[in-house]
């Protein structure tokens, strides 16, 4: 118990020293009862335990109406430091998207052949994946057979997309939901066909220098581009920021940076994981563009492997982050639900 409130004071000092302006190198501003919801926090280090998971809670942030209400680091960790997202890198790679849509340069209804170079399709396009959308890959419906995160992680594979295409499908692009982390790799390929960037620069200069964020780091391909779908590092205040801006649809400092309407889609069930919703399970609720539906706080998530989370509450007006290694995700988040949702 000490051990842990001794760090929220090495936080706080950490935070404090940077003052509250949005930028880059300084802190969101801290709520008037900034702390008020460390015991929930408390409970929730000693619930991790208590479900067998693994127990390494690195960072906590916590916003409320915009302002950080709760803040925690492992002593390995600290405002500065970059975390592992995993998938929850999948929900940056479909803002692009969106940025791209409003942009002009990309429709829901694109078709992904059309962005890609010969020698990146199979020598024969089937009329399946000719008639694959964008709108299949941002729900997780491509039927894509192979899913090569590995080998295009480690750069073992030299041609990812090519390879992707040429495995073939399980079933029909749109029919139904199948998780696979090169939906979000094609969709990053595509924003950089059309922009010439990579999504991290589309991204920082569509939205990043408004957000103040810079300290980040996205792993590439051998092909040259974002992954797309993993290999995001970037700071717990940043996954706030982000956070942030899809609670408010879009707006940042009184602009309207990105059109609304993207994220009552993104944010909504656009497939189910199961074909149909099952209450009270995190992870059959639906699925939106490239994020998760909640089972509780009327909002969705960003979701990377071993706990990376953003959840977006709106009926509380809220942010949750929360960066951890675990290996029980289910229980894990219940109780984040259980121990710091309803706290604030």
């Not at 290694?325 to 289910?330: D, F, K, M």
Request: glycine share 10%; aromatic share 12%; hydrophobic share 40%.
């Amino acid at each position: 118990m000490k051990k842990f409130h001794a760090l929220f004071a090495a936080a706080l000092v950490l935070a404090s020293c940077c003052g509250g302006q949005q930028t880059d190198t300084k802190h969101l501003r801290r709520a008037a009862d900034f702390g008020r919801i460390d015991d929930g926090i408390q409970a929730y280090f000693e619930d991790l335990r208590a479900i067998h998971s693994t127990g390494e809670l690195n960072s906590v942030m916590v916003l409320k109406d915009g302002e950080v209400l709760a803040e925690y680091y492992d002593n390995c960790y600290g405002p500065d430091f970059r975390n592992i997202c995993w998938s929850a890198s999948k929900t940056f790679t479909s803002t692009a998207i969106g940025f791209a849509i409003q942009d002009g340069l990309v429709s829901l209804d694109s078709k992904l052949v059309d962005f890609l170079d010969e020698e990146m399709l199979p020598e024969t396009v089937s009329d399946t994946l000719a008639g694959l959308t964008v709108y299949d890959l941002l729900r997780m419906s491509s039927g894509f057979k192979l899913d090569l995160i590995g080998n295009t992680g480690s750069g073992r594979e030299v041609t990812p997309t090519r390879s992707t295409l040429e495995g073939g499908f399980k079933f029909a692009p749109g029919e139904r939901y199948s998780y696979n982390s090169h939906n979000t790799y094609m969709l990053s390929v595509i924003v950089s066909k059309v922009t010439g960037k990579l999504v991290s620069e589309y991204l920082q200069e569509k939205l990043f220098n408004e957000l103040g964020i810079r300290n980040y780091h996205w792993d590439k391909s051998r092909e040259g581009y974002d992954i797309g779908g993993w290999g995001l590092y970037i700071t717990t205040e940043a996954l706030a920021k982000m956070g942030q801006f899809y609670l408010q649809k879009g707006q940042w400092n009184g602009k309207q940076l990105l059109n609304e309407e993207w994220f009552d889609q993104a944010m909504s069930a656009q497939i189910y994981q199961k074909g149909e919703p099952v209450e009270g399970d995190d992870k059959a609720v639906g699925y939106g563009y490239q994020m998760w539906v909640n089972t509780v706080g009327g909002g969705a998530r960003f979701d990377g492997a071993h706990g990376q989370w953003v959840l977006i509450c709106p009926d509380k007006n809220a942010v949750i982050v929360v960066t951890e290694n675990v290996n029980n995700t289910s229980a894990a988040i219940k109780a984040i639900w259980n121990d710091i949702y309803e706290m604030i």
